[in-house]
């Protein structure tokens, strides 16, 4: 089935830029967490680089790293800021501490790579998602004559005492790393040789260098993938040549409106609202109210930002239900009072079709999230305007 997008876009030609790898210039820990992309031009210089074991060591915190959109965090690697209130569902603020949609993007000089990781939670796997997908990383090398990311090798983790991938690398290839999906980080090092350095990356090509961010439930957080790599979130942001926050929360995007100030603290590209399938069991007048009031206080505090509202995914797709006409009805309330940038996204053609994108009925394997992350990155780049054709 054909996916339709409708769109209203208020769109402004967005300067692009080319992909200039940087292989020489030391790394510092930049004080914004996405401020590196803005200052590739400048001198990083080491903070706490230790040397064992024939290798120099960094600790992730000295690392270019996105994802990570607050730092006033009771844990460096935490999603949220310590101020969730109880206002804040109870899975919100446990679930901070996961580090879904975090990545370290970099170049560097070195022949190897090594990296050590330690998880937050002794608990690695769920019945029905392996611990490599829960608790573990992957790492992806930029392939320049292909233009995209290709992935390279996974990190299991059999022990919650933590883990070690160790890898050769071609020197001065870019290099990805996403963290786990459904655990988080208490501490990670990369090693590389004694002689070589660390570089954040330039400005991305698609012009595209503010956080497109994801609010939602376990399918956003990541839940099923085999690997973090997998996440819809992750592979829209490979796709799409952009950075993004994955704020999806299991069983948990509920729309609180303090929520909608978090989100608001971002200075986002992009917000994308997921959050249906967590909201299914309200009533529809307080599943109506509840989304127009969040929407409306995210907008008034983001005036310019695109917003994309996104259906339930539901791989059984059945056609609209009552809250999916909620939000279409809202959607074309706002398009009528004059809203632009602003997107709606059906649940048609988030799923294969063939119900085989599910390891569950409900949360997606491998295959669906390939297949969601082709309607999300559709709507994505409606929303931002993207032409390049570094977006796939």
């Given at each position: 089935?054909?996916?339709?997008?409708?769109?209203?876009?208020?769109?402004?030609?967005?300067?692009?830029?080319?992909?200039?790898?940087?292989?020489?210039?030391?790394?510092?820990?930049?004080?914004?967490?996405?401020?590196?992309?803005?200052?590739?031009?400048?001198?990083?210089?080491?903070e706490g680089a230790t040397i064992s074991?024939?290798?120099?060591?960094?600790?992730?915190?000295?690392?270019?790293?996105?994802?990570?959109?607050?730092?006033?965090?009771?844990?460096?690697?935490?999603?949220?800021?310590?101020?969730?209130?109880?206002?804040?569902?109870?899975?919100?603020?446990?679930?901070?501490?996961?580090?879904?949609?975090?990545?370290?993007?970099?170049?560097?000089?070195?022949?190897?790579?090594?990296?050590?990781?330690?998880?937050?939670?002794?608990?690695?796997?769920?019945?029905?998602?392996?611990?490599?997908?829960?608790?573990?990383?992957?790492?992806?090398?930029?392939?320049?004559?292909?233009?995209?990311?290709?992935?390279?090798?996974?990190?299991?983790?059999?022990?919650?005492?933590?883990?070690?991938?160790?890898?050769?690398?071609?020197?001065?290839?870019?290099?990805?790393?996403?963290?786990?999906?459904?655990?988080?980080?208490?501490?990670?090092?990369?090693?590389?040789?004694?002689?070589?350095?660390?570089?954040?990356?330039?400005?991305?090509?698609?012009?595209?260098?503010?956080?497109?961010?994801?609010?939602?439930?376990?399918?956003?957080?990541?839940?099923?993938?085999?690997?973090?790599?997998?996440?819809?979130?992750?592979?829209?942001?490979?796709?799409?040549?952009?950075?993004?926050?994955?704020?999806?929360?299991?069983?948990?995007?509920?729309?609180?409106?303090?929520?909608?100030?978090?989100?608001?603290?971002i200075d986002a590209s992009c917000y994308?609202?997921?959050?249906?399938?967590?909201?299914?069991?309200?009533?529809?007048?307080?599943?109506?109210?509840?989304?127009?009031?969040?929407?409306?206080?995210?907008?008034?505090?983001?005036?310019?930002?695109?917003?994309?509202?996104?259906?339930?995914?539901?791989?059984?797709?059945?056609?609209?239900?009552?809250?999916?006409?909620?939000?279409?009805?809202?959607?074309?309330?706002?398009?009528?009072?004059?809203?632009?940038?602003?997107?709606?996204?059906?649940?048609?053609?988030?799923?294969?079709?063939?119900?085989?994108?599910?390891?569950?009925?409900?949360?997606?394997?491998?295959?669906?999230?390939?297949?969601?992350?082709?309607?999300?990155?559709?709507?994505?780049?409606?929303?931002?305007?993207?032409?390049?054709?570094?977006?796939?």
């Amino acid at each position: 089935m054909d996916m339709v997008l409708t769109q209203r876009h208020r769109g402004t030609e967005t300067q692009r830029m080319s992909y200039i790898p940087l292989f020489s210039v030391p790394l510092r820990l930049c004080a914004s967490v996405f401020c590196y992309v803005l200052l590739f031009a400048a001198v990083f210089v080491a903070e706490g680089a230790t040397i064992s074991d024939g290798m120099k060591w960094y600790d992730g915190r000295e690392l270019p790293i996105e994802g990570r959109a607050f730092d006033n965090t009771e844990l460096y690697y935490d999603r949220l800021p310590a101020n969730v209130t109880t206002s804040v569902n109870s899975g919100v603020r446990s679930g901070k501490h996961n580090t879904s949609g975090m990545l370290f993007r970099f170049s560097t000089d070195s022949t190897k790579l090594v990296f050590k990781w330690t998880p937050y939670k002794s608990s690695l796997s769920m019945d029905h998602m392996p611990a490599m997908g829960v608790s573990g990383i992957d790492v992806y090398r930029f392939d320049a004559a292909k233009g995209r990311w290709r992935y390279v090798k996974a990190g299991r983790i059999t022990n919650s005492a933590g883990a070690t991938l160790s890898l050769d690398w071609t020197p001065g290839t870019p290099c990805l790393v996403n963290l786990p999906l459904y655990n988080g980080i208490k501490t990670f090092t990369l090693g590389i040789d004694p002689e070589a350095s660390v570089s954040p990356l330039p400005p991305r090509a698609s012009g595209i260098n503010k956080p497109v961010v994801f609010y939602g439930t376990s399918i956003t957080q990541g839940g099923c993938a085999s690997r973090p790599g997998m996440s819809f979130v992750n592979i829209v942001g490979r796709d799409l040549d952009v950075p993004v926050v994955n704020l999806g929360f299991s069983g948990s995007g509920l729309m609180e409106l303090e929520m909608s100030e978090h989100l608001a603290a971002i200075d986002a590209s992009c917000y994308v609202l997921d959050c249906v399938w967590n909201m299914r069991n309200m009533t529809t007048d307080a599943f109506r109210d509840r989304y127009e009031t969040f929407i409306r206080n995210l907008r008034a505090k983001r005036p310019d930002v695109p917003i994309v509202m996104a259906g339930m995914s539901d791989v059984y797709c059945g056609g609209p239900n009552d809250k999916d006409a909620c939000v279409m009805a809202l959607y074309e309330r706002l398009v009528a009072e004059g809203w632009t940038n602003l997107v709606h996204l059906p649940k048609d053609g988030m799923y294969s079709g063939d119900y085989e994108g599910t390891v569950d009925g409900t949360h997606a394997n491998n295959l669906g999230m390939r297949s969601l992350a082709k309607a999300y990155g559709k709507a994505v780049k409606q929303a931002l305007n993207i032409t390049t054709a570094s977006a796939k």
